[in-house]
């Protein structure tokens, strides 16, 4: 989508932590997600935020809202080889019905 | 798995052709939404259906069509067929009709059409 931007590519050691960049320009953007997708596989809800929320931690991710800069984030600690995949953050508005992705970053993890 | 199922999983047709992808929400959910995800053009919104009704269209085609049955499936209709039309086509469902957490989007797993 072309109102969501991301990074395209990350490499991490194993073991190391993660971080995965997105900048929306949508300032009504009720919530924010992440989706995984693993190779030959659809797409998987990983983690969400609401606009008015700054972080939000589920286990080994963390998610990381600057609303004044319209940026997110995604922290994965402990990176492990299953993580290696395509992330796609994305933007629901306020009352839309669509979901805006970006181009989405590819984590590949080495050992 | 997010109880979202597409068939078929592979399809393979040549130029000119027609074909039918369907689609079956999660239980209890009322939206449908299709996806396309192309090299080019990324993850783009299609159509999406609330409870048998067309409620929004994205970068749809003409030649692209879509309905949501009584028993909520849903099928996307792929007519004149052409080489550009090769992507993954993503089918989505919700409880509601978007915005909201409870509309929170469950993914099925794809179905890829290879056009020759």
């Known amino acids: 989508g072309e109102d969501v931007e991301q990074s395209l590519f990350l490499s991490v050691r194993e073991g190391d932590s993660s971080v995965i960049n997105c900048t929306y320009t949508?300032?009504?953007?009720?919530?924010l997600y992440w989706y995984k997708q693993e190779p030959g596989a659809g797409l998987q809800l990983l983690t969400y935020?609401?606009?008015?929320?700054d972080m939000k931690q589920d286990q080994r991710l963390t998610v990381l809202l600057n609303k004044k800069d319209k940026h997110l984030s995604l922290r994965i600690a402990d990176t492990q080889t299953g993580d290696s995949a395509i992330y796609f953050c994305?933007?629901?508005?306020?009352?839309?019905?669509?979901?805006?992705f970006g181009a989405g970053t590819t984590v590949t993890v080495r050992a | 798995d997010s109880g979202v199922t597409q068939t078929p999983k592979h399809l393979i047709t040549a130029t000119g052709q027609r074909v039918t992808l369907r689609c079956s929400p999660r239980?209890?959910?009322?939206?449908v939404y299709w996806y396309q995800q192309s090299l080019d053009q990324g993850l783009q919104f299609l159509i999406q259906?609330?409870?048998?009704?067309?409620?929004a269209k994205g970068n749809i085609l003409e030649r692209f069509s879509a309905q949501q049955f009584p028993d909520l499936h849903s099928e996307l209709n792929l007519s004149s067929l052409e080489l550009g039309d090769s992507a993954l086509y993503f089918c989505?469902?919700?409880f509601g009709q978007g915005g909201r957490l409870k509309d929170t989007q469950y993914f099925g797993p794809g179905t890829r059409l290879t056009v020759l």
């Open positions: 989505a469902s919700s």
């Open positions: 949508d300032s009504s953007s009720t919530y």
């Open positions: 935020i609401f606009s008015n929320m």
């Open positions: 994305a933007e629901s508005l306020n009352n839309d019905y669509k979901l805006s």
């Open positions: 239980s209890g959910d009322l939206s």
């Open positions: 259906y609330y409870n048998g009704e067309e409620r």
